[in-house]
C-alpha cells in the first residue's frame, strides 16, 4: 500500500491554464505539506495543514491554492500557470506537526509548464 | 532562523570507500535534525534522525550520524559506499514550534566501480 500517493505523476500543460495535483496519505496522519522543488534540488516548503486547518503559507503567489476536504487529503490547485511554475511538486505528510515527527514523501508530480 | 548548510553539493566516492555529508546547522533553539535520501526520479525517504535523545544516531542502510551541538554540525557517515548509495542527500532542522522544516540544498553522491 502507497503511503503518500500524488496524482498525476506528470504533467505537462501551456502557459496561462489552471492545473490541479491531488494528494492522499494513508497512514492516519494529522499534518501534510506541499513542497516545490527546483531544477537545482532546493527543495522548499509552500504549505502545511493541520487537521485541515491551515498552520504555514510561505510566501507563495495567491495563484497557488491548497485545499484539503479532510485529513487525508490535500490538493493543490494552480491558477494562471506560469513558466516559471515548472518544477517537482512534492506532498507529505507527519504525524503531528513540527519536532520530532519525520515527514513521509510522496513520488512527487513534475509539473512542465510550456 | 534556521539554516543548514551543506558543504559540497557534489561528492564522489569509491565503492568500498568512507562515505562522509557535511551538514552544519543554525538554531537558536534545542533542534531536531534529520538526514533525507532522494534516488533518482523518487520522493525523499527518511534516513535518520535526532530528537535529543543519543547523539550518535544510526539509520537504514548503515547511515549513521554525530550531533555536536559545539560545531553545530550533523555530519552523516558510511562506513563502506555501495553502488546503490548513489543518490541525492538532504540535511534538514527544525524545533519544536510550528516551524518549517528547512532543508539544505543537497549533496548528490555518485560512487565509483
Known amino acids: 500500500d502507497t503511503a503518500v500517493s500524488q496524482t498525476p505523476k506528470y504533467l505537462v500543460t501551456q502557459m496561462g491554464n489552471d492545473k490541479s495535483i491531488k494528494c492522499e496519505q494513508n497512514?492516519?496522519?494529522?499534518?501534510m505539506y506541499w513542497y516545490k522543488q527546483d531544477s537545482k534540488k532546493f527543495l522548499k516548503i509552500m504549505f502545511s495543514?493541520?487537521?485541515?486547518?491551515?498552520?504555514i503559507n510561505e510566501t507563495v503567489p495567491n495563484r497557488f491554492s491548497p485545499k484539503s476536504p479532510d485529513k487525508a487529503h490535500l490538493n493543490l490547485h494552480i491558477n494562471s500557470l506560469e513558466l516559471g511554475d515548472s518544477a517537482v511538486y512534492f506532498c507529505a505528510s507527519s504525524l503531528r506537526q513540527g519536532g520530532p515527527y519525520e515527514q513521509y514523501f510522496g513520488p512527487g508530480t513534475r509539473l512542465t509548464v510550456t | 532562523a534556521q539554516s543548514v548548510t551543506q558543504l559540497g553539493s557534489h561528492v564522489s566516492v569509491s565503492e568500498g570507500a568512507l562515505v562522509l555529508l557535511r551538514c552544519n546547522y543554525s538554531s537558536s533553539v534545542p533542534p531536531y535534525l534529520f538526514w533525507y535520501v532522494q534516488y533518482p526520479n523518487q520522493g525523499l525517504q527518511l534516513l535518520l534522525k535526532?530528537?535529543?535523545?543519543?547523539?550518535l544516531v544510526k539509520g537504514i542502510n548503515g547511515f549513521e550520524a554525530e550531533f555536536k551541538k559545539s560545531e553545530t554540525s550533523f555530519h552523516l557517515t558510511k562506513p563502506s559506499a555501495h553502488m546503490s548509495d548513489a543518490a541525492e542527500y538532504f540535511c534538514a532542522v527544525t524545533d519544536s514550534g510550528n516551524t518549517p522544516l528547512v532543508f539544505g540544498k543537497g549533496t548528490r553522491l555518485s560512487v565509483i566501480a
Open positions: 497512514l492516519g496522519h494529522d499534518t
Open positions: 535526532y530528537t535529543s535523545a543519543a547523539t
Open positions: 495543514y493541520n487537521n485541515k486547518e491551515l498552520i
